[in-house]
């Protein structure tokens, strides 16, 4: 990892709004808070939509799997699950073939619930009022800083 050097004066990139983690806090904090009424109609919180769009994308899989592609430990991710089980969206099972790994999965009425959620991502777009392009390059960006610091993480 190569050091960048701060340019002079090293007081001014302690105010609060040249940080890079404060923006990206809260820029996510508006964006939740954006969500929060859309999903309210969808009976769902930020986190379960989360879910959702991993489950939709790709069907069944172990909760080990969802938790790593979202980021989530178990902790978290088993409450928020049992609410979507207890609202009908999913089924939980342990594996036939290894008993130690749990497999979650659309109901019919997660299934359905994808319909109705497919206008959040033309809505949330409007609300940036940013182009499509705009959205796709910054997502980008974001995911590749994600993966660089990931990185750093590791090899310390």
């Known amino acids: 990892m190569t050091k960048q050097t ?16 404060f923006a990206l806090y809260s820029a996510s904090l508006a964006m939740t808070k954006l969500y929060k009424p859309i999903l309210s109609e969808l009976g769902l ?15 069944g899989m172990a909760i080990s799997e969802l938790g790593s592609r979202l980021k989530l430990d178990s902790g978290t991710l088993t409450p928020l699950l049992k609410r979507l089980e207890a609202a009908g969206y999913v089924t939980r099972a342990r594996d ?22 497919a206008s959040i991502p ?18 980008k960006r974001l995911q590749g800083l994600r993966s660089t610091l990931e990185t750093v993480r590791t090899e310390e």
Not at 6 to 21: G, M, N, V
Not at 46 to 59: A, I, N, R
Not at 122 to 139: F, G, K
């Open 6 to 21: 701060t340019p002079q004066p090293a007081e001014d990139w302690l105010e609060l709004d040249r940080q890079l983690c």
């Open 96 to 117: 036939t073939a290894d008993e130690r790994r749990v497999l979650v999965g659309l109901t019919e009425a997660g299934r359905k619930l994808r319909a109705a959620a």
């Open 45 to 59: 919180t930020y986190p379960q939509y989360l879910v959702m769009l991993v489950l939709w994308q790709h069907g």
């Open 122 to 139: 033309e809505e949330v777009l409007c609300a940036t009022q940013c182009s499509l392009e705009e959205i796709q390059s910054l997502t």
